[in-house]
């Protein structure tokens, strides 16, 4: 596939910290925030690697160390910069480069400057547009649930303004990492009856202002390429409400939808290998891009996977028969282990093979025990609207209600079911949404989950007999009169998102449905990159040994509220057909229960959803604040000083393999910091609350927000596209070009010179 975000994004981290380095040994400060980012696309090794002699956390106990220089890679939140005040002061490294994971706030970046000795003890200052997560080569998330109560439940209307503006500047981190400064394109919904409908076209405006902004202070973004002008097109889950509800029978789709497969920092499955012997063990996998089976199988049928699967496996076992006994069967561990543990490459790809046979297994296990596929094919029809021979739907309730009837089939796919059904016919009274429920056996209470649809667009309730079905066309009108391969009536339904980004290829995406932000100067601009350049195709006279300028089109589609494994899948895909670059960004992964859970949520008092924006302020650790004084129950093991010859254990706190963390109990001794005495907790005010309701939306101000894309010049910037904006600290109390820049907006944060868009 070429490019990948995961390495873009442990380039631009190494890449700082090699710079900052120079060959010289430092320490290397990070908070909990950053540390999930680093950890995510950087080994601890490979940063070890670069002159780093110990990694330390902020918020923890640390020895002063004032002989030696520390890199904080920090993320810019209050209570992390009173930490790292609390460092300044009391003087805890020999001089501080800071480095940011996204924008700092002015507020908070005076906090640093008024700081007595931040002239002296501040040598760099850096920000890294680094605030994602990517998944896959192609797939980034954001790893925030809590964004689709925001956006779509009615009593979070207070909190969405702010939503918004960060999901902007984690979208332009994006871009900017990619080195794309992209046309941006939103699902304007027609005839909408819901109140979050302007919701795309306010996104894709904040993110054009970001871009705007981040371009105007980078006069290098961006980056010099051969490649066509980018595309962003922000859409949101109301676009599609099918897919996330549809049964997809591709593996990877299929294995998040039914096995226990733990979705967190790490995307793992738990397994018993060797199961029955003495030798059983029991192990937690990560299914990642490392996974060379897991990458080339998780987009094939669940068929075409097994099939694969097996035929691999065989493969691997011909050569290398020493793993089989002499009726061809595999030897036991026992018989191989000492000659195994001399080939630990053979032992993982042994054990690759052998977890993705089992996981392929089960879910196929439960595919036959309950009824999969006698669901799909009434699924296929509701999503669609039509049946196997692309002929209007018959008797749709009639199978609908046989399913329903049957106990194979699982009282949450019973309920996927009545609401496929419910949307595919626009609605239907209140009292037979009671009786499907009572026919399904299903608690009345699963009658809250279905109205609250509506605040996704989806209707599924009618007033009553009198209201008609909406006659509105399809989005993507399936064309009818191509037939459809017998082997693919159980996947005949792709996720809009395919079909959006088919149009968009072809350069007919229709532009009252998904207007651009800014309007291109030529209207056909995007017909003639659709229809091919020559730049993008590899010439016949390019040798195997020649390596071609990837210079396809880089498409980037954010699903504001969650996406689904399918609607990956279709990136990949277009990717593949359409000679595109494309990458799926959101803000977390849905399957089809969490996507249930969360909308059944939207109809929950919000203060038991625990949205993290609701929850108390955090506060630096009182231990950054206490005096200097005798060690009390100092713990043994003090931090060595870094160097050429020690001090590299360090390592990530709370990573494999890193050591206990030393000093949990006694005060940190050395000299203390100047201005540290008599240092209480600082307290920052709280931002001031300010987002209308999303019935008020329209009237949201989206321009450009202020948030300090300076111009690099210095800190350690490398040039190129890396997204890094680095400034000197200047005098401490003088206003900075942000501040004055401030100034002349009015309390809207709109430029009294601008226009409105």
């Known amino acids: 596939m070429g490019s990948s975000i995961i390495q873009e994004q442990h380039d631009i981290i190494i890449q700082t910290i090699k710079n900052i380095t120079?060959?010289?040994?430092?320490?290397?400060?990070?908070?909990?925030?950053?540390?999930?980012?680093i950890d995510n696309a950087v080994k601890e090794d490979d940063i070890l690697n670069h002159n780093i002699a110990n990694i330390e956390r902020i918020e923890e106990r640390r020895e002063m160390n004032p002989s030696m220089d520390a890199i904080y890679i920090l993320s810019p939140e209050p209570h992390i910069v009173d930490c790292l005040v609390a460092d300044i002061e009391r003087r805890r490294y020999r001089r501080a480069f800071l480095v940011w994971t996204s924008v700092l706030d002015p507020k908070l970046r005076r906090r640093i400057d008024n700081c007595p000795v931040a002239k002296q003890q501040i040598a760099g200052f850096d920000t890294l547009l680094v605030d994602f997560f990517p998944r896959e080569s192609h797939l980034v998330t954001f790893r925030d649930p809590w964004s689709f109560p925001i956006l779509y439940h009615p009593s979070c209307n207070g909190l969405v303004k702010q939503h918004m503006q960060d999901l902007a500047q984690k979208i332009t981190a994006l871009c900017v990492s990619l080195g794309e400064y992209p046309k941006v394109r939103y699902y304007r919904p027609k005839n909408p009856i819901h109140e979050a409908s302007v919701l795309c076209g306010h996104l894709a405006r904040f993110v054009s202002e970001e871009l705007d902004e981040y371009a105007q202070f980078n006069p290098n973004f961006p980056p010099p390429s051969s490649r066509p002008q980018g595309v962003l097109i922000v859409t949101d889950r109301s676009m599609d409400l099918m897919s996330p509800l549809a049964h997809e029978f591709t593996y990877q789709a299929m294995a998040h939808d039914l096995l226990p497969i733990k979705d967190g920092d790490k995307t793992t499955f738990h397994m018993t290998f060797n199961e029955g012997t003495p030798e059983a063990e029991e192990k937690d996998i990560e299914l990642c891009d490392k996974d060379k089976v897991w990458v080339d199988n998780r987009h094939k049928h669940m068929k075409d996977t097994i099939d694969k699967l097996m035929g691999d496996f065989q493969k691997f076992l011909d050569q290398n028969p020493h793993f089989t006994n002499a009726n061809g069967e595999a030897t036991s561990i026992n018989a191989i282990k000492d000659m195994m543990a001399g080939l630990p490459q053979f032992t993982e790809m042994k054990e690759a093979y052998s977890l993705h046979i089992t996981m392929a297994q089960e879910c196929m296990n439960i595919f036959e025990h309950h009824k999969l596929?006698?669901?799909?094919?009434?699924?296929?029809?509701?999503?669609?609207?039509?049946?196997?021979?692309?002929?209007?739907?018959k008797n749709v309730l009639q199978s609908v209600v046989r399913l329903l009837d049957d106990e194979a089939?699982?009282?949450?796919?019973?309920?996927?079911?009545?609401?496929?059904?419910?949307?595919?016919?626009?609605?239907?009274?209140?009292?037979?949404?009671?009786?499907?429920?009572?026919?399904?056996?299903?608690?009345?209470?699963?009658g809250?989950?279905?109205e609250n649809f509506v605040h996704l667009g989806g209707r599924t309730t009618r007033g009553g007999l009198k209201e008609t079905k909406r006659d509105d066309p399809p989005l993507f009108p399936i064309d009818t009169k191509i037939p459809i391969p017998e082997d693919s009536y159980m996947s005949r339904f792709n996720p809009l998102v395919k079909s959006m980004l088919e149009s968009l290829c072809r350069g007919?995406?229709?532009?009252?449905?998904?207007?651009?932000?800014?309007?291109?100067?030529?209207?056909?601009?995007?017909?003639m990159i659709g229809q091919g350049s020559l730049r993008a195709a590899k010439p016949s006279w390019a040798g195997a040994g020649r390596r071609v300028a990837d210079n396809r089109q880089r498409i980037i589609?954010?699903?504001?509220?969650?996406?689904?494994?399918?609607?990956?899948?279709?990136?990949y895909e277009v990717s593949a057909a359409m000679n595109r670059d494309v990458f799926m960004a959101t803000s977390h992964m849905l399957t089809a229960d969490l996507f249930v859970k969360q909308v059944s949520d939207l109809s929950v008092d919000k203060r038991k959803l625990d949205i993290p924006m609701e929850r108390p302020t955090q506060t630096a650790p009182a231990h950054l604040f206490e005096r200097p004084g005798l060690p009390m129950g100092q713990a043994p093991g003090?931090?060595?000083?870094?160097?050429?010859?020690g001090g590299r254990g360090g390592g990530l706190p709370g990573g494999p393999g890193a050591p206990r963390r030393p000093v949990q109990g006694g005060l940190p001794g050395g000299p203390r910091g100047g201005g540290g005495g008599g240092m209480g907790t600082p307290t920052p005010p709280a931002p001031p609350a300010s987002a209308p309701p999303t019935t008020q939306m329209g009237n949201m101000n989206i321009n450009s927000h202020g948030h300090g894309y300076s111009q690099s010049n210095g800190g350690g910037g490398d040039g190129g596209h890396r997204p890094s904006v680095s400034s000197d600290m200047g005098t401490p109390g003088k206003p900075h070009k942000l501040e004055k820049e401030k100034k002349k907006r009015n309390f809207l944060g709109m430029k009294k010179s601008s226009k409105d868009h």
């Not at 120079?22 to 980012?37: E, T």
């Not at 003090?638 to 010859?645: D, N």
């Open 22 to 37: 120079a060959g010289d040994w430092k320490v290397l400060v990070i908070d909990k925030s950053s540390k999930r980012i």
């Open 373 to 393: 596929g006698d669901m799909s094919q009434i699924e296929q029809v509701m999503a669609t609207g039509l049946d196997e021979d692309n002929r209007k739907a």
């Open 409 to 446: 089939v699982s009282p949450s796919d019973r309920l996927r079911l009545i609401i496929m059904f419910l949307l595919y016919r626009d609605g239907v009274i209140s009292e037979d949404i009671k009786r499907l429920l009572a026919h399904a056996s299903l608690p009345q209470q699963d």
């Open 448 to 450: 809250e989950i279905i």
């Open 508 to 527: 007919a995406l229709d532009q009252t449905s998904f207007p651009y932000v800014k309007p291109p100067l030529d209207p056909n601009e995007d017909a």
């Open 557 to 571: 589609v954010f699903m504001a509220g969650g996406a689904t494994f399918s609607e990956s899948r279709a990136c």
């Open 638 to 645: 003090a931090q060595q000083q870094g160097g050429p010859g």
